[in-house]
């Protein structure tokens, strides 16, 4: 609260002076800027909470069915750019995990997707049933920072070394790993040589 708080003082303010900007028929770059830096610090904020809850064991998942296609569909339609966004689902695919914690999960990777692709390129989530669960890719073209390391991607603070300046903290990725098998679930990045594919695989 003492960090959160502060931030959102910042942001109602700077939300006051877009819409008098507004009523003036102005445009001021700079305030979306901070707008977005706001936001930028508020999401590390929110993800080194999520990773202490997952490492002190107080994080509790409540394993219920439900439609996967179904939370991807509000997962992207919520994005500032599900234009990009296109979804491929064979139909309803019933899985078992916690809904709130997946869309936290989803929207990491969503994030990651369209942070890192080229700018305005389309970004995919493929749905397919598997044996004994759903699989869920989602792709996206390398962008200027390449591929990330296979070998270190999962770990604790890791960042791509091409991508100046280091954004976040590195532990996007390490938390989605961590609690999609606290749900019977599980992640990989796939080979691949022109795409960034990580594919999920939750039970059915």
């Known amino acids: 609260h003492e960090v959160k708080n502060p931030l959102n003082h910042i942001r109602l303010a700077v939300r006051n002076l877009q819409m008098r900007a507004k009523q003036r028929g102005e445009n001021d770059p700079r305030l979306d800027h901070i707008v977005n830096s706001v936001t930028a610090v508020d999401d590390v904020l929110e993800r080194s909470l999520q990773v202490d809850m997952l490492e002190q064991g107080a994080l509790q998942v409540q394993m219920l ?100 300046p280091a954004t976040g903290m590195g532990l996007g990725l390490y938390w989605v790993q961590q609690v999609l098998r606290r749900m019977n679930g599980d992640i990989a990045l796939l080979p691949a040589d022109d795409e960034v594919v990580f594919e999920l695989w939750l039970q059915g």
């Open 65 to 164: 069915p439900w439609d996967l296609d179904e939370l991807v569909a509000q997962g992207v339609a919520r994005h500032l750019e599900h234009e990009r966004v296109t979804v491929r689902s064979p139909g309803p695919m019933r899985v078992v995990l916690d809904a709130d914690v997946f869309t936290l999960v989803f929207r990491n990777l969503l994030d990651n997707a369209l942070k890192y692709s080229p700018k305005g390129s389309p970004v995919f989530c493929d749905l397919e049933q598997a044996a004994e669960g759903v699989v869920l890719r989602v792709r996206n073209a390398v962008g200027s920072a390449g591929r990330p390391d296979p070998e270190r991607l999962f770990k604790k603070y890791y960042h791509n070394q091409a991508v100046r």
